[in-house]
Nanobody, 116 residues
Framework: QVRLAESGGGSVQAGRSLRLTCAAF????????MSWYRQAPGKEREFVGG???????TYADSVKGRFTISRDNAKATLYLQMNGLKPEDTAMYSC??????????WGQGTQVTVSS
């Protein structure tokens, strides 16, 4: 099992940047596939981007070219660098860890608010 703890959220103006961090704790925490999701008020949770243990990444079209996911396996930590933030990026951002076949764990989330 793994426990996840996000940090780095905050309130920023449009066009600015934030970096979110998701620390994973547990045995072999570095080996999980990790991803970021977000949920805005009144909307369904949506995939932002993810990375496997080898570092391959995928992104939602809405964040491509603005957001970058990286991971430090030695620290079992996932990052989300968010540049060019827009008001529509306002949401609760959560990280998720998965391992085949069925294991999933979620963090508690960190709030990102972008003002115009």
């Amino acid at each position: 099992q793994v426990r996840l703890a996000e940090s780095g959220g905050g309130s920023v103006q449009a066009g600015r940047s934030l970096r979110l961090t998701c620390a994973a704790f547990g045995y072999n925490a570095w080996s999980y596939d990790m991803s970021w999701y977000r949920q805005a008020p009144g909307k369904e949770r949506e995939f932002v981007g993810g990375t496997d243990s080898a570092g391959s990444t995928t992104y939602a079209d809405s964040v491509k070219g603005r957001f970058t996911i990286s991971r430090d396996n030695a620290k079992a930590t996932l990052y989300l660098q968010m540049n060019g933030l827009k008001p529509e990026d306002t949401a609760m951002y959560s990280c998720k860890a998965t391992k085949w076949p069925l294991y999933t764990a979620w963090g508690q989330g960190t709030q990102v608010t972008v003002s115009s």
